[in-house]
């Protein structure tokens, strides 16, 4: 069994003295950032300038000193850099490097531009992975009811020779450790998430779309067809998170239901395509795709979002939760 690193595992003694700075103050930034602070850790918030982003404005609201990315890497012994990813090279290349000094700690929350090269800090400096399993707004919420969030840490090169416990001590101070945290690698993170994000994201919404499709497409009621391709997996998700899927499936459910999961369950699944998409996603298929989208100003997601946006069954989501409730 992987070590677990727990709130009484980890000394946060070793950020005294020392300041965070959040760069960028987005989903994950803020959220940490007022963690950190209620945690005790002297926290400042690098964003870009007032006139391309509000975060600086925000930060400002929340209590918290900002400033600009290259100032508060000056000031920095700890860097959470919190920027949306493909945004993190140029900003790095511009404005953190040439700041940075040795025995600094960068912190990432995704292993993605070390990993791929697109950002190479230098020697002298510590660069690890912090990531909260969660969107943001539940990373604060936990927190704020004295629970955590699991996580990862990574150290990807340790040039202090204390870099893992510089990034546990975050980790605790952001409230992963009330819940448990595991150290791997920047490739399986960020690869491991890449893969969760194409089959699970990717997969559970493109089965609910032809879930609903299908029904409407033999007559079915648009409301009915959105409830049972939306509405009745948000119960079972949770269900099946608390007890487990065999509890779930053997005693929870119907006997009918536990038919049809265990018989046709499996054909609906395209077992060589998963498996495709993780050699995919090894081989850097996957991001480099995602880099070059990103480059040419995404037309690929532009096109795709428009023709979503316009479908029946965006639609009638909006008009079954005014209808029937969130
Ligand atoms: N979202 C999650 O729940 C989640 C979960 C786990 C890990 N992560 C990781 O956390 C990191 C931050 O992700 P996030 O979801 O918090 O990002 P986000 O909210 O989408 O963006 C964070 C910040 O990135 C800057 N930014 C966004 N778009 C930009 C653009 N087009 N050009 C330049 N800067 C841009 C902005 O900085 P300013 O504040 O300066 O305006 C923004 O506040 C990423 O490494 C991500 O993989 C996220």
Redesign the pocket.
Known sequence: MEKIYRDADVDMSVLNGKTVAV???????KAQAMNARDSGCKVII???PPE?????A??KADGFESMS?ADATKQADVLL????????PP?YKAEIAPNLSAGKTLC???G?NVLYGAIQPPKNVNVVLY??????HF?REKYKKGEGIYGCISVDHDATGNAKEIVLAIAKAVGSCRAGVVEMTFQHECEG?NFEEQILYGGAIHLMKMCFQTMVDNGYPPSFAYAKAIRSLRSVIDVMDEVGIEEYVSRRCSRTAEFAIRTRGPRVINEEAIREIFRETERGQFARDWMQEWALGMPMLTRLRRTAAEGEMEKTGEQWRKEFGK
């Open positions: 760069i960028g103050y987005g989903i994950q930034g690098g964003t870009r391309e982003s509000p975060s600086r925000a930060a990315i850099i919190e920027l949306a990813d493909p945004a993190q900003i990432f929350c995704h993605f990531v909260p399993n969660a969107p943001g990373v998430d």
